[in-house]
């Protein structure tokens, strides 16, 4: 008897993706260590996971920003799903170097559809000033 061969169904195979995110970054001032004062901008990335509803925002600064005063922040992506009602408040860090224990990535539920959010950056607790002054953040995506 000869061997058959059999296929399984081929399925899309879904795993993180870039979501376009339209905004207007925080923006706010580090500081050197040669007290040299400079401008950085806090731009929320997202992505998919592989649930439905579920987006992954992280904001990343670059080792430049992350080498002054800057590095002690978190940030705050508090977002509405203006469809559902979805809402709630995403806390990262920017650097991978930052002392106190925060993600650097977070992922919640902000349900499917559009998507509004504000960013706002803070200091730290032992170093509230770091990173300021600072303004807000706005923008918007569509959420899968």
Do not use: W
């Amino acid at each position: 008897m000869a061997p058959t061969a059999t296929a399984a169904p081929i399925q899309p195979v879904i795993g993180p993706a870039p979501v376009s995110v339209y905004q207007i970054p925080a923006v706010g001032l580090g500081v050197s260590g040669l007290v040299i004062p400079g401008p950085y901008a806090a731009g929320v990335h997202a992505s998919t996971t592989p649930v439905r509803g579920e987006t992954t925002f992280s904001v990343p600064f670059s080792p430049s920003t992350c080498a002054t005063t800057a590095r002690d922040v978190f940030v705050h992506v508090n977002y509405v799903n203006v469809t559902t009602g979805d809402r709630g408040t995403a806390v990262v860090k920017p650097c991978p170097n930052y002392l106190e224990p925060a993600p650097s990535h977070v992922t919640v539920h902000t349900g499917s559809g559009p998507v509004a959010f504000a960013v706002s950056v803070k200091g730290a607790h032992y170093k509230p000033n770091a990173g300021q002054p600072s303004t807000l953040g706005v923008g918007g995506f569509m959420a899968p």
